[in-house]
């Protein structure tokens, strides 16, 4: 095939990933899928199916009866072999898993942590100082989400840079390297357990390792390995997708300066704002089920024990749902999109992740409310990877 020419439909399925580079221009190839092939099969990570459209993909997020989230929702895995909690778990347990840390994440728990938060993201503000360029990534949007997460957790703030590290080896690797991401996996692992035991010895405390450390599931303690999982779970969930949609939100708005001024000089747009970052830029373009039985959908039938992604992403800016889906506007209302998911497997943080991202951007705006990106470079959309900035004086 020429190099110019356009693949047809059952080609660019065949080649289709929602990883690395075939992220630069996924939602091109959204845009065709939807049209010309909204069931599609790719042969990357072992071969899966795909839904590409909003309906279908919303109607497989409440069959719970067609579509398990077994071995992992994650497609390729991070490297754990064990289903992470409650991530990797169907219903019944499902929802006594995720009963444990619902009030952790409650919408007035979160109110009352707001100020942490909020604390969190001026004082690495203050770091940056009145530096005339930063790197956004490197020195904001990563290390915030992983600082509220120690303080959450409980966990010591000198260990960040692990997690740091983590990030990178867990989510950036798996896709080339698979073996490396399985070795920080291990060390994900290894670390949790290390504080399980550390905490057994130390009086209870009120912090996410704490609720886990006082859990009961059907009337008994959590297990070792089910503290480990649930806890890896918290933080790999946590780390990456917020510091992706922090990044993601800077990276439109040093290129929109009229939507940069807009939301400084009206913070109440704010929160409005978040969601249209959370659909035109999700970090969570996808999450995989396998089928627990045969599933016909438009027309293609999709066997029993296949892997099926369900393309948020692509569900984000359907032109069925979302009116002129490509153009991110900040003052978007009506906006039901898939950055959470829906149904029993939404995500458990949702109201901590939303949260983040709004006080950092607010936080950011207050202190650099004109900027633009650094020249030289033409950063990608996606993931937590340099982000070097200008700031306007």
């Known amino acids: 095939m020429d190099s110019g020419q356009t693949p047809s439909p059952e080609v660019l399925a065949g080649t289709f990933g929602h990883h690395d580079e075939h992220l630069d221009d996924v939602f091109d190839t959204y845009r065709r899928l939807r049209s010309e092939c909204p069931v599609g099969r790719s042969d990357l990570y072992g071969g ?10 919303y109607r497989a997020e409440q069959s719970v009866e067609d579509y398990s989230v077994q071995p992992s929702m994650l497609l390729p895995p991070v490297g754990q072999q064990r289903p992470l909690i409650p991530l990797d778990v169907d219903p019944p347990m499902l ?15 979160i109110d009352r942590f707001e100020p942490t938060v909020r604390r969190v993201a001026v004082d690495l503000l203050d770091r940056i ?6 790197d956004a990534s490197l020195e904001y949007a990563r290390p915030f989400p992983m600082t509220v997460f120690a303080i959450m957790a409980g966990l010591p703030l000198e260990d960040l840079g692990r997690f740091n590290e983590w990030v990178e080896r867990l989510f950036y690797v798996r896709t080339h390297d698979f073996a490396e991401t399985e070795r920080a996996a291990a060390e994900v692992c290894d670390y949790f357990a290390e504080t399980w035991r550390r905490r057994l010895n130390e009086p209870p405390r009120d912090d ?5 450390m006082a859990a009961e599931i059907e009337g008994r303690a959590l297990t070792e390995e089910e503290f480990v999982d649930y806890a890896f779970l918290l933080s790999a969930a946590g780390l990456e997708t917020t510091a992706w949609a922090v990044r993601a939100a800077i990276w439109h708005l040093a290129q929109h300066p009229e939507d940069r001024r807009r939301l400084a000089e009206d913070p109440s747009l704010m929160a409005v704002a978040t ?24 027309g293609t039938r999709m066997g029993a024990g296949q892997r099926v992604l369900l393309l948020f992403g692509s569900g984000n800016r359907d032109e069925t749902v979302f009116p002129d889906p490509d153009t991110l506007k900040i003052d ?28 950092a951007l607010e936080e950011l705006l207050k202190r650099f409310p004109d900027f633009h990106l650094a020249p030289g470079g033409e950063p990608v959309w996606h993931g937590v990877g340099p982000l070097s900035l200008v700031v306007d004086r």
């Not at 996410?208 to 886990?212: A, D, E, Q, T, Y």
């Not at 969601?275 to 438009?298: H, I, S, W, Y």
């Not at 209302?333 to 497997?345: I, K």
Request: proline share 5%; with cysteine.
């Open 48 to 57: 899966f199916w795909f839904l590409s459209r909003y309906d279908d993909i």
């Open 95 to 109: 929802q006594k898993y995720r009963r444990i840390m619902l009030p952790a994440f409650a919408p007035k728990e």
């Open 129 to 134: 100082g009145d530096a005339e360029g930063f």
């Open 208 to 212: 996410l390792i704490g609720r886990l």
């Open 275 to 298: 969601e249209e970052f959370l659909r035109c830029l999700a970090p969570v373009q996808g999450m995989a089920r396998t089928l627990k039985n045969d599933v016909d959908v438009r």
């Open 332 to 359: 978007r209302v009506d906006n039901p999109h898939f950055a959470f998911g829906v149904g029993v497997h939404r995500c458990l943080g949702s109201n901590l992740g939303r949260r983040e991202v709004r006080v």
